[in-house]
């Protein structure tokens, strides 16, 4: 990447915001730069004159700036199911987990399905948001409404094989092969919660009979063999019908390995995992989400299948429930888990670890995020004309996660007590600080719908 070596240039230049002595990240490089900000949009990086004025001068010294991390998967509940979380809190627990762009899944109530009920969430989330937001709409069943949708600026579609929260039915096969050549003419790529409904049932149905450990047995309900039909159905679909498609929170081996098969063959498939699948095992954790946490050597074949760029990037899947379903008998009780706000410190913390490079987490948490649907290079890159979205982290803050802390409306996290060290300090939204040294400003109400290039 090529920064302008001398900025302000033009010296009488004011800029709204300036971002001094720290360290830019980008997938490729590391290096000191300053970077100033003019009506939302990054203007110019590279060495900045003292001369420079700027409305806010921001000293990052010691601090490493990233383009603004991009969660492609959370669950805000907002309409319909506002008391596990809404789009003001999700958003918060966001901003101070560093993260400036959301992109929220349809199955709330009602259903993101079509035009109506697409403008009417864009209205919530632009009301209550502090983060910039994205929204997938459920794949229609109407042709016309994908035109529709993607007009509107839908991020993409989703189709959720298996049932989650919600209980949407997988469509017909007839309609989404249909439905799918028209999200490939019209160039919109399709999501798909990968997991067979039938087998679930089934594999549920025999394992709430048997004793043993939890974490196992929550997995064997919803098998591996379950995630790979359903990860093999979508690629088969993408191959005959031409659409893009995109793996939501692939979970295992397997599904790792039909993946690389169908890219190896050039299908247009990509994918996606979460911190739960990449730092916890069904050996120790119980904790229920859908699809389940694996066994340790699907665990290790996940950052295996990160280091050799079979799965392109990492989202929470923040998906909150009240303390009350959470505590329900397991077998009744929501899957689901809150991640938004600890998905960066959980892996900033496996920076520290080694087990990733700081340049490789930004291009698996906002440049990958941003080009697979279609933001880029708006969103996902620290260029001049990119939108000014940083995350700007400390990687020597040492923390304790308590949940009690958490800022979303739901707690239920596996994580509590878990010692991390590297965390986000500021969250900067098109040059405006939503969240710096913990702290959240009054900033609202300027959010936008980010959607794809039309
Ligand atoms: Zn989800």
Not at 272 to 292: I, M, S
Not at 312 to 336: R, Y
Not at 426 to 435: C, D, L, Q, W
Request: proline share 5%; with cysteine; hydrophobic share 40%.
């Amino acid at each position: 990447m090529i920064f302008d070596s001398i900025l302000c240039y033009d010296l009488t230049m004011h800029y709204d915001l300036i971002l001094k002595n720290g360290t830019i990240v980008t997938p490729k490089e590391s290096l000191k730069a300053d970077i100033a900000v003019k009506n939302g949009k990054i203007v110019q990086t590279g060495s900045l004159e003292n001369s420079c004025s700027a409305d806010d001068i921001y000293d990052a010294a010691g601090m490493y700036i990233l383009p603004g991390i991009i969660d492609a998967h959370v669950h805000f509940r907002d309409p319909g199911l506002t008391e596990k979380e809404d789009f003001e809190t999700g958003s918060i627990a966001a901003a101070f987990g560093g993260i400036t762009t959301i992109a929220d899944m349809p199955n709330t109530v009602p259903v993101t399905s079509n035009l109506l009920r697409f403008n009417e969430k864009t209205c919530i989330a632009k009301e209550k948001s502090c983060v910039d937001f994205a929204l997938f709409a459920l794949l229609p069943n109407e042709s016309a409404e994908i035109e529709t949708l993607k007009r509107a600026g839908a991020l993409g579609f989703k189709v959720f094989l298996g049932t989650s929260t919600g209980d949407i039915a997988p469509p017909s096969q007839s309609v989404l092969f249909e439905q799918m050549k028209v999200c490939a003419k019209a160039g919109i790529r399709i999501g798909f919660h990968a997991e067979t409904s039938e087998l679930n049932s089934y594999f549920t149905s025999l394992c709430v009979k048997k004793t043993g450990s939890l974490g196992q047995l929550l997995s064997e309900a919803r098998p591996v063999f379950s995630e790979a039909l359903a990860v093999q159905t979508a690629i088969c679909y993408a191959q005959y019908s031409g659409a893009k498609i995109h793996i939501h929170h692939v979970t295992s081996l397997d599904g790792v390995k039909l993946i690389a098969e169908a890219k190896q063959k050039g299908i247009n498939v990509t994918a996606e995992t979460c911190p739960h699948y990449l730092l916890l095992n069904a050996e120790n954790c119980a904790h229920k989400v859908y699809p389940p946490i694996r066994g340790e050597e699907h665990r290790k074949a996940l950052w295996k299948a990160i280091d050799e760029r079979i799965i392109d990037m990492i989202a929470s899947d923040h998906a909150p429930h009240t303390k009350k379903e959470k505590e329900l008998p397991v077998w009744e009780a929501p899957a689901g888990l809150c991640g938004t706000e600890t998905f960066v410190p959980l892996i900033l913390n496996e920076v520290n670890r080694g087990t990733l490079s700081l340049n490789d987490f930004v291009r698996l948490t906002s440049e990958t995020p941003a080009k697979i649907w279609g933001i880029y290079p708006r969103k996902g890159n620290l260029l001049s004309g990119a939108d000014a979205d940083f995350t700007v982290v400390d990687m020597n803050r040492k923390e304790k996660i308590d949940i009690n802390e958490l800022h979303s409306k739901s707690k239920n996290s596996p994580y509590d007590g878990t010692e991390i060290k590297g965390k986000p300090i500021a969250t900067i939204v098109r040059g405006k600080f939503i969240m710096k040294d913990g702290i959240l400003p009054a900033n609202k109400g300027f959010v936008n719908l980010i959607s794809p290039e039309l």
